[in-house]
């Protein structure tokens, strides 16, 4: 990512490092991306071309659908009251980045403070795992993160993240699945007792 971009445009309270670790993470290179998820399922949804068609795609399938945007993939429509609030800046490189990265570092927050706000630089990667867990789902601890007060404070930050942990983030994620995460066939538990047919004439 454009190292530039992140000085002008990222949360200052977020390393440089952390920033590119989190939008490699959750993000997307191009910042007309829209994924749109629906009871866990992937919309398609066609590629717009100019920021005017984006943000009409977002309006469009916001009502029922968990729909992110752009660069750094922001849940569109949170804190607003109706999809005509929705503005160009949110698929805006610059814009998008700093909305973003200010999320992400209130989530980082949110996830220290349940920690116990450690000092330790080694601790981070797993905050920062459960923070970008907590990103994906929309939860953290049955909480919405993207709703909840911002706890203040600063976190300790290591330059790096090591690589290998994002993509553990998924192995060391709460059990508990919320609403907005795909389930793997694996991990779903039994809805409906099949036990009884078949079994009995």
Not at 35 to 44: D, M
Not at 71 to 96: F, M, W, Y
Not at 119 to 137: C, G, I, N, R
Request: charged share 30%.
């Amino acid at each position: 990512m454009d190292a530039a971009l992140i000085k002008e445009c990222a949360d200052p309270s977020l390393k440089p490092a952390i920033v590119e670790q989190f939008v490699q993470a959750v993000g997307s290179d191009d910042p007309l991306a829209i994924t749109v998820k629906s009871g866990g399922r992937l919309i398609l949804v066609p590629k717009p071309k100019t920021p005017e068609e984006a943000i009409e795609i977002v309006r469009e399938n916001i009502g029922g659908s968990i729909v992110r945007v752009g660069l750094t993939q922001i849940p569109a429509g949170i804190g607003l009251r109706d999809a005509s609030e929705l503005k160009v800046d949110l698929v805006e490189p610059c814009a998008n980045l700093r909305t973003g990265t200010a999320m992400f570092a209130k989530i980082l927050r949110i996830v220290a403070k349940w920690y116990g706000n450690p000092t330790s630089e080694e601790v981070f990667p797993q905050l920062f795992d459960d923070a970008v867990h907590a990103w994906q789902t929309g939860k953290f601890e049955g909480e919405s993160v993207f709703r909840a007060e911002d706890p203040g404070g600063a976190v300790v930050q290591r330059s790096e993240v090591e690589a290998e942990t994002v993509d553990n983030a998924e192995d060391d994620a709460p059990t508990e699945m919320p609403e907005e995460t795909p389930i793997k066939p694996d991990d779903a538990g039994i809805r409906i007792d099949l036990t009884r047919i078949g079994g009995q004439k």
